[in-house]
Nanobody
Framework: QVQLVESGGGVVQAGGSLRLSCAAS????????MGWFRQAPGKEREFVAA????????YYADPAKGRFTISKDNAKNTVYLQMNSLKPEDTAAYYC????????????????WGQGTQVTVSS
């Protein structure tokens, strides 16, 4: 079993920055891929970014490219999402998720999920 706990959400003005953290526990993560998804009110959950524990391969959705950076700290079993130049349309609940082996943007391929952290960007 894998446990994921997100933190770092909050309220920020447009143009500002936030760093989300996802602390993972429960087993060795060398074969895992960690992803960030988000869900805005009234919308479906969408992929944001993903990173592999080994090798650090990253993958970003188009809205995140150039503004968001996903990274990891293997020693702390923690994945981060640095979000810069935030826009009101980035307002959503952000979820950390884990799956085995391959970087993926497909929600149902991720087996483990955190409880989410809310990000609100004011205009």
């Amino acid at each position: 079993q894998v446990q994921l706990v997100e933190s770092g959400g909050g309220v920020v003005q447009a143009g500002g920055s936030l760093r989300l953290s996802c602390a993972a526990s429960g087993r060795a993560f060398s074969s895992y891929v960690m992803g960030w998804f988000r869900q805005a009110p009234g919308k479906e959950r969408e992929f944001v970014a993903a990173i592999s524990w080994v090798g650090g391969t990253t993958y970003y959705a188009d809205p995140a490219k150039g503004r968001f950076t996903i990274s990891k700290d293997n020693a702390k079993n923690t994945v981060y999402l640095q979000m810069n130049s935030l826009k009101p349309e980035d307002t959503a609940a952000y979820y950390c998720a884990a799956r085995l082996y391959r970087v993926s943007a497909v929600e149902y391929e991720y087996r483990y999920w955190g409880q989410g952290t809310q990000v609100t960007v004011s205009s």
